[in-house]
């Protein structure tokens, strides 16, 4: 019987250092496993931290963009609203001219000095125009086309070739490369007349005289 609860006890005690270093083991563990959490936690935290920041900076990149957008949509209508304001200035000194050509038409009495002021203000006012791309078109003379003439009217002319412009009612304008007035013009009328050659009944007539 002693020799048993000998046996037994040097069973136990034999155990007891198993047991110890399993324990330590599983103390070890749990440590290791809290550090691997709170190194997650903290890249988790990094990571909420940069798009929050991402997500502020779209915001603000957004907001920025509208107001770009704002603004060059308000400056597309203002350049459309007031894209004529360049040439009306260029104009003024032209409309003071005339001002100042009116006030004094009455008192005038050189006829010939009114007509050379009236003919500087018209020349400036070419200038003006010309400088802008705005051009008169030359039509008399040049063959009738529809691109740049409106026919009011056609007249007899035996000098010139059919459908040629003879005279302007009203002088045409392109602006650039664009016809933005047609000149009205009168054009000459295509000839009737038979020529000798092609008449059947002089031809005859001619043959039988000679007989």
């Known amino acids: 019987m002693d020799s048993y609860e000998k046996n037994k006890t040097d069973i136990k005690d034999d155990q007891q ?7 330590q083991e599983d103390e070890n563990v749990i440590p290791e496993e809290k550090n ?7 890249e988790i935290s990094k ?3 940069e798009v929050a920041e991402l997500k502020d900076r779209f915001l ?3 907001a920025e963009f509208e107001n770009y957008k704002r603004r060059s949509e308000n400056d597309q209508i203002n350049l459309i609203k007031y894209a004529a304001e360049s040439f009306i200035i260029k104009l003024l000194p032209i409309v003071d001219d005339m001002e100042r050509s009116l006030q004094h038409i009455d008192s005038a ?3 010939d000095s009114l007509k050379e002021g009236l003919k500087l203000v018209y020349d ?5 125009l010309d400088d802008q791309g705005v051009k008169k078109l030359d039509s008399v003379g040049k063959p009738f086309d529809v691109a740049y003439h409106e026919a ?3 007249r007899k002319d035996n000098s010139v070739e059919p459908h040629t412009v003879l005279d302007e009612l009203e002088k045409g304008y392109m602006y650039k490369d664009k016809v933005i007035r047609h000149a009205k013009v009168v ?3 295509e000839s009737t007349e038979v020529p000798i050659e092609s008449n059947p009944d002089k031809t005859n007539n001619k043959e039988t005289s000679k007989k």
């Open 17 to 23: 250092p198993d047991e110890g270093i399993k324990n």
């Open 187 to 189: 054009v000459s009328e």
């Open 47 to 49: 990571l909420e931290k």
């Open 109 to 111: 009495k050189d006829v």
């Open 124 to 128: 400036k006012l070419l200038k003006v």
């Open 60 to 62: 603000r990149k957004a």
């Open 152 to 154: 009011l009217m056609q």
């Open 36 to 42: 691997e959490l709170n190194k997650k936690d903290i």
